[in-house]
């Protein structure tokens, strides 16, 4: 193929008109069309992601580091499912998901800190299985909420869905500025709309969540050091 011809195909991009129509439920490559076609949802976007995981796959071996990833990845899925939520994308050593739930919000927070005690659990086994060794998971966990504009990008048999929206971008710079201390990052967006179940835990029912100013984008943001075990 050309470079002529590839022009010419993206050349439709930018001619064709958009359809799009309101979702339900999350979508998934089958219910969006290649083309110019979308699907809108309200929904409430997680990113959990693997910190320094060039430090563990240079510093350990390849076995270790496969384990590690699969560990992570595995245990934040089942969470993430089993709190609602719908897994649409695996970026290396993170994984994204969407709530639309009629509890989003409080489902995602939910999931975020119920990741954070998952990651405890997973570091002991971690030294029960290799005693000897020195590497720690640490990892943080982002979410947003938003309207979502969804469509599909890439080409016939090669696609996958772009989500276009506040929330996909901001749930994943969150990520970014977390640490092991405050592993988990909320917007404003999202702390407001939450049940007061994810919002105070412990048996003095105390505050979970710690308001901080995002100075990037000049927002209100909560961070969380809290677990939730399960």
């Known amino acids: 193929m050309t470079s002529k011809e590839i022009l010419a195909d993206i050349k439709t991009i930018f001619s064709d008109k958009w359809t799009s129509r309101a979702g339900r439920d999350v979508p998934d490559v089958e219910t969006v069309r290649l083309g110019n076609d979308a699907v809108t949802i309200s929904g409430t976007v997680l990113y959990a992601d693997m910190a320094d995981s060039?430090?563990?796959?240079?510093?350990f071996r390849n076995t270790f580091a496969a384990e590690?990833?699969?560990?992570?990845?595995?245990?934040?899925?089942?969470?993430?499912?089993?709190?609602?939520?719908?897994?649409?994308?695996?970026?290396?050593?993170?994984?994204?998901?969407?709530?639309?739930?009629?509890?989003?919000?409080?489902?995602?927070?939910?999931?975020?800190?119920?990741?954070?005690?998952?990651?405890?659990?997973?570091?002991?086994?971690?030294?029960?299985?290799?005693?000897?060794?020195?590497?720690?998971?640490?990892?943080?966990?982002?979410?947003d909420t938003s309207d979502l504009f969804v469509a599909k990008t890439g080409i016939r048999s090669y696609n996958?869905?772009?989500?276009?929206?506040?929330?996909?971008?901001?749930?994943?710079?969150?990520?970014?500025?977390?640490?092991?201390?405050?592993?988990?990052?909320?917007?404003?967006?999202?702390?407001?709309?939450?049940?007061?179940?994810?919002?105070?835990?412990?048996?003095?029912?105390s505050p979970m969540w710690e308001k901080r100013i995002w100075t990037e984008r000049g927002i209100a943001v909560y961070r969380s050091s809290w677990w939730w075990k399960f």
């Open 54 to 59: 060039t430090g563990l796959v240079n510093g």
């Open 68 to 143: 590690i990833y699969k560990a992570y990845l595995v245990g934040a899925c089942k969470v993430i499912r089993k709190n609602g939520g719908e897994v649409t994308a695996f970026d290396g050593d993170r994984v994204m998901a969407v709530f639309n739930n009629s509890t989003k919000n409080t489902s995602a927070a939910k999931s975020a800190l119920q990741i954070n005690y998952l990651v405890r659990e997973i570091n002991s086994l971690i030294k029960l299985s290799y005693p000897n060794t020195t590497y720690t998971l640490n990892q943080t966990v982002g979410i």
């Open 160 to 205: 996958d869905l772009v989500w276009v929206g506040r929330a996909a971008n901001y749930a994943a710079k969150l990520c970014a500025i977390g640490d092991a201390s405050f592993p988990s990052y909320i917007t404003e967006a999202v702390f407001n709309s939450m049940n007061e179940e994810a919002k105070f835990g412990g048996e003095l029912r």
